[in-house]
């Protein structure tokens, strides 16, 4: 099991949407228990791979390695191989357990073509896996890309009145971006073959020779194929100005596939970004001017989303405008370029699958009980439903990054690099910060205190026993990292590390082998020095 | 063979050879003809009997094929019979592959849909069967006369083929559209090919295309060539539907019978693409210079006319002939990238597109050909909405090709459109590219609405859609291939490169 154990976390959800097609549709509650027991399943294999992560954790390069390069497909040069190391492996954590608590949440929220989509979730499930699993570009590719299909038909079956718009945006958008991204992959490909004369997509082979691109082509060609990769991902961030699908898509999207949404698909962007568009473009990412357009776009999210976040009526809208913000953090932590903001960032990223994903669990559960996610329409929810009140207070503090929660840790560490990279940033970014506290205060204001007004709020069931199942692990995690962080700041500290090492001193093909371009790409890592400056 | 032994039997200048490599086509044309005969007989609630030797027939030629293919390696590359008319290399075997698998499949599709229709007769599948004896003489023609004669069987069979529901104005109407259009445009490549026998003194493409070369050296710029070859390239430009040459296509395509819609899309189009590739890179290869910019413009405006058109329609089946109109285009572009002798890729690209192309597309017509009902027409948009609720089978399937048509990954279709971009990156096309990727995002928005209408709305009748045994088996057909060639497609890029092995440098051993 310890050899295979990726590729048993990687394809249990799909499974389990198998063995869902069998069971007959009219029998919503076998559906139910079953399609909970994958979802759980789901997550207790994953739970083998902590203890053997940790053993492994400062060992340097990817773990758990399977298959190899060139496996699937040699004729093109594709494989089935898969590796993770501390980036892959926490979110790959934060996927099965959201999973299993989205799954779960799912259980009255959803009571129409049942079987559909517990199948589609679980399918979703192992696409989102596998992007994070995946060592070979074409692999990583092609989970990119089918990952969209049940997440479209989520959206468009059980989403709200918009939902085919929404949902059509959402496939759009992502293809839109990830076609470049395509080309980009075929150009590194043949970029390889030309440099060493092997045709494959093994990432960690295109690692070596992909840093050469500046001294062979050009910065222009270089920066057009960083771009090619950044519009991809930074519309799946999504980063200003590609989020406008975000408000859409969450607002839409039934309750759960909000949370897997905000949880788990944002962060396959910064994800992207981390694995790829820094080790690939090592001298690209030190170009001042880029370096800051990336920055200026990740500080106008952070503001831009906590500004939109103020003035939202609907509840969920405005966490989803928030995550603009959350993410915006997330991405100036990347483009720092050094250790403790990648850590940083990566900690940010599982934080806002945590408390974000609460967010909506929370609003979803207003949304059952009232089908309307006004603000107006409440008020004084904390008399009537109190349990509720106060994880809903755990959780909206926990997002706002008061100390002692998970957000302040991630956070923190994200201000505290951009100060060290430069301290105007760090100064642009804070009042991101204040301005988070100012729209969730408000928001929680609005919705729990005060009296009921509204006489249909007066007789509001409290959370019910699974409700409180979905959310008490959240509540437990936001204090676990909140308290102690140490252990997640260990697992991030080799790859970190790792990815910072690339982008300064990136390991190319050396004179040692046959290599056409052995000199230029000498004087490409003596160049990049110079652009730092 | 039995069958060759016995025509050897009539004194004939032709031996083993011939009868082998003409094997496919003989077969076809005596299965056809002994349906013919068989009909007669057939009282006429049984006509539809007729599929199962049709069926049989290209059973037995696709054993046919599978000798030739078989012998092929130790016979060098490739087989000429009937004085070198015919030639039989590996790229025609793909493509007899291609139009039998594409023939049965529509013929599986065709029973239920013509009964439906009231119009099973026995001719229905001569016709098809010589349909198919046409299109394989376009892919091993090797003569000038040759590929017409094959074009024109094709043609033929197939203006009747469209216009096979007599009751019934659109198709009568599509029928006569096509068969206008298409004997002008025969009238043009008629013209065409006469001119280069005309510069050439020969009808042999390979003799041709020396003759060529040495005119080409005297003068790059020779206007009769050019009017030639302008003349040969509108003609089969117009077989594959491209634009400019792609009005009678929707037309045609939305008053056919969908089994035969779904048969000219995927085979006879193949059928226009083993012709020129064919022509263009046997025997006009020395006029790359002069038709490739040619190509560049009908491509790029295939692309923008087929999916910008495609987004209004209503009718599915003008749809999905809008979105094969888009198809042709990528695949032009493949054409554009790749000339065969110094980059393949392209080519491989066009001939793996044409794979998965047919199973998916005729997979689409497939789940078509089941939602005609009593009184449904079963091909506008309303008609499928709330599939998933009436057939889920049918919706999932229909999801898998209109994802694989879209070019999502891991479906067939992502890895026609992967390798056609392959090729444009490889040799340095990266604004066509750029375009190609960005209309292949247009296109999803139109398969889209067709999976929005199937999962997301409600069914508009609530009469119920039942699907008969020979389309079911069709479907599941076409949908596992749509899946097995996206999970494991090292084996069938295997057999595509053993096809384009014929191209690059041994095309010059051919000669």
């Known amino acids: 099991m310890y050899n295979h154990i990726l590729s048993i976390i990687l394809f249990t959800p799909l499974v389990g949407a198998f063995v869902l097609l069998c069971i007959p549709g009219s029998n919503k509650t076998a559906i139910r228990w079953t399609a909970n027991f994958f979802g759980f399943l789901g997550f207790a294999v994953s739970l083998p791979l902590v203890s053997w992560f940790w053993a492994v954790k400062s060992l340097p390069g990817f773990k758990f390695m399977e298959g190899a390069p060139n496996s699937w497909i040699p004729t093109i040069g594709a494989g089935y191989y898969l590796g993770i190391d501390g980036i892959s492996f926490l979110l790959i954590m934060l996927t099965t357990f959201l999973g299993a608590i989205s799954i779960l949440s799912s259980w009255s929220a959803i009571d129409n073509r049942v079987k559909e989509y517990y199948a589609w979730f679980l399918v979703l499930q192992t696409g989102m896996l596998g992007v994070f699993m ?18 479209y038909l989520l959206i468009g079956i059980w989403g709200g009145p918009r939902r085919v718009y929404a949902s059509i945006k959402f496939f759009l958008y992502t293809l839109f971006g990830s076609v470049f991204m395509l080309l980009a992959i075929i150009f590194l490909y043949f970029f ?111 503001l831009y989303g906590a500004l939109v976040s103020l003035v939202q009526k609907d509840m969920k809208k405005l966490v989803a ?43 979803g559960i207003l949304y059952e009980r009232r089908h309307t996610r006004e603000i107006a329409e409440y008020g004084g929810i904390g008399t009537v439903m109190p349990v509720y009140a106060t994880i809903a ?5 926990s997002s706002m990054g008061l100390p002692l929660l998970n957000g302040f840790v991630g956070e923190f560490a994200i201000l505290q690099a951009t100060f060290l990279a430069r301290p105007v940033w760090a100064a642009w970014a804070v009042p991101g910060v204040i301005l988070a506290a100012a729209y969730l205060l408000w928001l929680y204001q609005r919705v729990f205190f005060g009296k009921v007004e509204n006489p249909k709020n007066a007789a509001l069931p409290d959370l019910t026993p699974r409700e409180l199942a979905t959310l008490l692990p959240l509540v437990a995690l936001a204090f676990w990292i909140g308290l102690y962080p140490r252990p997640f700041f260990a697992i991030l500290d080799q790859p970190s590390k790792e990815i910072v090492e690339m982008v300064e001193h990136p390991k190319t093909y050396n004179a040692a082998q046959p290599l056409k371009a052995a000199q230029v790409a000498q004087s490409a890592v003596e160049s990049t020095p110079e652009a730092v400056r | 063979m039995a069958l060759a032994a016995m025509f050897m039997m009539v004194p004939s200048p032709f031996g083993a050879v011939d009868y082998r490599a003409g094997a496919p086509m003989i077969l076809l044309t005596l299965f056809a003809l002994g349906i013919l005969c068989v009909d007669l007989f057939l009282p006429a609630s049984r006509k539809q009997y007729s599929a199962a030797p049709a ?52 013929i599986l599709i065709s029973v239920k849909y013509l009964e439906i229709e009231r119009e099973n007769h026995g001719e229905f599948y001569a016709l098809l069967l010589a349909c198919v004896v046409g299109m394989m003489c376009m892919a091993a023609g090797n003569d000038l006369v040759m590929l017409f004669i094959g074009l024109e069987l094709m043609a033929l069979s197939s203006y009747i083929l469209v216009g096979f529901l007599r009751g019934n104005k659109r198709s009568n109407e599509a029928a006569l559209k096509y068969l206008l259009l298409g004997a002008f445009s025969s009238a043009i490549l008629a013209y065409g090919l006469s001119l280069f026998y005309g510069v050439s003194g020969t009808t042999n493409l390979a003799v041709l295309c020396d003759a060529l070369t040495q005119r080409m050296e005297a003068n790059p710029h020779d206007p009769i060539v050019l009017l030639a070859m302008l003349g040969v390239l509108a003609g089969m430009l117009f077989k594959i539907a491209a634009v400019p040459f792609h009005m009678w296509a929707p037309d045609v395509y939305e ?177 066509l590219a750029t375009v190609a990727v960005l209309f292949s995002v247009v296109g999803l928005y139109y398969y889209l609405r067709i999976a929005n209408a199937m999962f997301v709305r409600t069914p508009a009748t609530s009469e119920p859609v039942t699907v008969a045994a020979g389309v079911n088996l069709a479907l599941i057909f076409s949908a596992a291939a749509t899946i097995v060639i996206g999970l494991l497609p090292n084996i069938f890029i295997r057999a595509v490169d053993w096809s384009v092995s014929v191209l690059g440098p041994s095309v010059a051993q051919l000669r």
């Open chain 1, 134 to 151: 995946s060592l070979d570009f074409f692999l990583f590719f092609v989970f990119w890309e089918a990952m969209l299909v049940p997440m």
């Open chain 1, 192 to 302: 390889h073959h030309a440099q060493t004369g092997v045709f494959t997509f093994s990432i960690l082979e295109l690692y070596k020779t992909a840093p050469l691109l500046p001294a062979v082509y050009g910065p222009t060609a270089a920066v057009l194929l960083f771009l090619a990769f950044f519009v991809g991902f930074a519309i799946k961030v999504p980063m200003f100005p590609f989020h406008t699908w975000l408000p859409d898509a969450h607002v839409e999207a039934p309750t759960a596939g909000s949370v897997i949404l905000a949880g788990v698909l944002l962060k396959m962007g910064t994800y992207g970004l981390i694995r790829f568009s820094l080790p690939l473009f090592p001298a690209v990412v030190h170009y001042p001017r880029l370096r800051l357009a990336m920055v200026t776009l990740s500080i106008i999210g952070i």
């Open chain 1, 321 to 363: 405008y928030s995550s603009v913000s959350h993410l915006g953090f997330c991405t100036l932590g990347i483009f720092t370029l050094n250790t403790l903001g990648l850590q940083g960032s990566v900690l940010q990223q599982i934080n806002h699958g945590i408390s974000t994903g609460a967010l909506f669990l929370i609003v």
């Open chain 1, 393 to 397: 207070l755990i959780m909206f503090l």
């Open chain 2, 55 to 106: 069926l049989l027939g290209l059973f037995a030629a696709g054993l046919a094929t599978h000798e030739i293919q078989r012998v092929l390696p130790a016979n060098g590359d490739a087989l000429r019979g009937f004085f070198g008319i015919i030639l039989v290399d590996p790229l025609a075997v793909y493509f007899f592959y291609l139009f039998l698998v594409g023939a049965a499949l529509s």
């Open chain 2, 255 to 431: 008053g056919a019978p969908t089994s035969v819609t779904g048969f000219m899309s995927v085979s006879v189009k193949a059928a226009g693409w083993a012709m020129m590739l064919r022509v263009l890179l046997f025997g006009l290869a020395p006029l790359r210079a002069l038709y490739v910019p040619t190509l560049v413009f009908v491509a790029l405006a295939t692309l923008l006319v087929g999916n910008l058109a495609a987004i209004t329609q209503h009718n599915l089946k003008r749809l999905l002939a809008y979105s094969s109109i888009s198809h042709v285009g990528y695949m032009l572009l493949g054409l554009v990238a790749s000339d065969g002798v110094t980059s393949r890729t392209g080519i491989k690209g066009i001939l793996f597109y044409l794979l998965a192309y047919t199973f998916m597309n005729l997979g689409a017509f497939t789940v078509l050909t089941s939602l005609r009902r009593r009184n449904i027409a079963g091909d506008d948009i309303e008609d499928i909405a709330g599939l998933m609720q009436k057939a889920p089978m049918e919706a999932i399937c229909m999801l898998i090709f209109l994802l694989s048509l879209a070019g999502i990954p891991p479906f067939a279709g992502f890895y026609g459109k992967y390798f056609i971009f392959l090729s444009l990156i490889e040799t340095g096309h990266y604004a």
